[in-house]
């Protein structure tokens, strides 16, 4: 089992909330990214960060933000929210100790917008 | 354009029977092949992993296979378990660790029965 966590694990809110989607892994990794995921669809990576101060958009546009001040913390904030970004977010983090580089992914957040 | 079709889309079988997973891909320059199992409102879970010179790998009741000259891999999962019932999903790296991509399949959802 990965020692990486997502809070809340649902979410449902109303139209024009911000909201911030927590992720915190134990295991020390540099590496980290979001994922977003429609049911029955395949996930795709919205932002990725390869260490503190590092953050990059993914390949799907997403109006969300990320931040990277700590190695273990990587929260993804929606300023403004809208029934567009109701989907699964999943964020996971990697290392290339194994020189594969193998992402842990956590439990997944929810989101519903009204 | 790099891709990953998995087939088939659904699939139930009983208890106790044997099934195998299909994944064919377009991913080029190939780095590695991943299978996950992905249980309902849950994230990924890492199966096995290939590199480009490996045919087979084993875990457990798990065992894929990949054919690198023809762009496809199977997973075959002997004797199921209730616990089976996830969504597999196939994922292909396009180059080593620090600059490689993923490139996710949609997944097969498989539903074991008593």
């Known amino acids: 089992e990965a020692d990486i966590y997502q809070t809340p694990r649902y979410l449902v809110i109303g139209t024009g909330k911000k909201i911030t989607l927590e992720c915190s892994q134990t295991m020390g990794h540099d590496k980290m990214y979001w994922y977003q995921q429609d049911p029955g669809m395949e996930l795709h990576l919205i932002h990725y960060s390869y260490g503190v101060n590092s953050t990059e958009k993914g390949d799907l546009s997403s109006e969300s933000t990320v931040s990277r001040i700590r190695t273990e913390h990587f929260p993804l904030t929606l300023e403004s929210a809208r029934p567009s970004h109701t989907s699964q977010y999943l964020c996971?983090?990697?290392?290339?100790?194994?020189?594969?580089?193998?992402?842990?992914f956590g439990p997944g957040t929810r989101l519903t917008v009204l | 354009k790099n891709q990953v079709e998995q087939s088939p889309q659904s699939l139930i079988i009983l208890e106790g029977k044997n099934c195998t997973l299909q994944?064919?891909?377009?991913?080029?320059?190939?780095?590695?092949l991943r299978w996950y199992k992905q249980d309902t409102g849950r994230g990924p879970v890492s199966l096995t992993i290939m590199t480009f010179s490996e045919n087979t790998k084993s875990n457990g009741r798990y065992t894929a296979t990949l054919d690198a000259d023809t762009k496809q891999s199977s997973l075959h999962i002997t004797a199921s378990q209730l616990s089976d019932s996830a969504s597999y999903i196939c994922v292909v790296s396009d180059r080593g660790s620090t600059l490689g991509r993923l490139y996710f399949g949609r997944g097969t959802q498989l539903t074991v029965w008593p």
């Open positions: 996971a983090s990697s290392h290339d100790r194994e020189g594969t580089d193998t992402q842990y």
């Open positions: 994944c064919n891909y377009t991913v080029s320059p190939f780095s590695n």
